[in-house]
């Protein structure tokens, strides 16, 4: 089985769906990404690019609302702070500090640009 991203104008990804091996395997019986989005697009329309549970392509699983990066061939989760840079080698985003490795529990602070620990329960 494969994992395929539907992607918008803008390059968000819209949908992942499962694709059978026999749907994206070429003539010689070798998996082909070709294959497989253009099975996709005759079935359902739109651009599609594979993607993967291991990250073995394209560094992150798509999810929906992620984007697909074509420099860095790449799926990039949404930003989640303004003040998050983008980390282009693991494509996450990264704050502008570093987390706490205390073993308490931090909540990012767009504000302060800080992290806060969360109170104990």
């Known amino acids: 089985m494969a994992h395929f991203a539907?992607?918008?104008?803008?390059?968000?990804?819209?949908?992942?769906?499962?694709?059978?091996?026999?749907d994206t395997t070429d003539s010689d019986g070798m998996e082909?990404?070709?294959?497989?989005?253009a099975f996709c697009?005759?079935?359902?329309?739109?651009?599609?690019k594979?993607?993967?549970?291991?990250?073995?392509?394209?560094?992150?699983y798509a999810g929906i609302g992620y984007k697909y990066d074509a420099?860095?061939?790449?799926?990039?989760?949404?930003q989640p702070f303004a003040s998050w840079v983008l980390d282009e080698d693991k494509a996450q985003w990264?704050?502008?500090v570093d987390m706490p490795t205390d073993g308490k529990q931090y909540t990012w602070d767009e504000d302060?640009?800080?992290?806060v620990e969360v109170p104990a329960v």
């Open 6 to 22: 539907q992607l918008n104008e803008e390059n968000l990804v819209t949908q992942v769906i499962v694709v059978a091996n026999q």
């Open 94 to 96: 990264k704050a502008p």
């Open 71 to 78: 420099t860095l061939d790449a799926f990039v989760p949404p």
């Open 50 to 60: 594979q993607t993967s549970y291991n990250a073995r392509i394209r560094k992150n």
């Open 41 to 48: 697009a005759n079935l359902l329309g739109g651009t599609w």
């Open 32 to 37: 082909n990404e070709a294959v497989g989005a």
């Open 112 to 115: 302060t640009k800080a992290w």
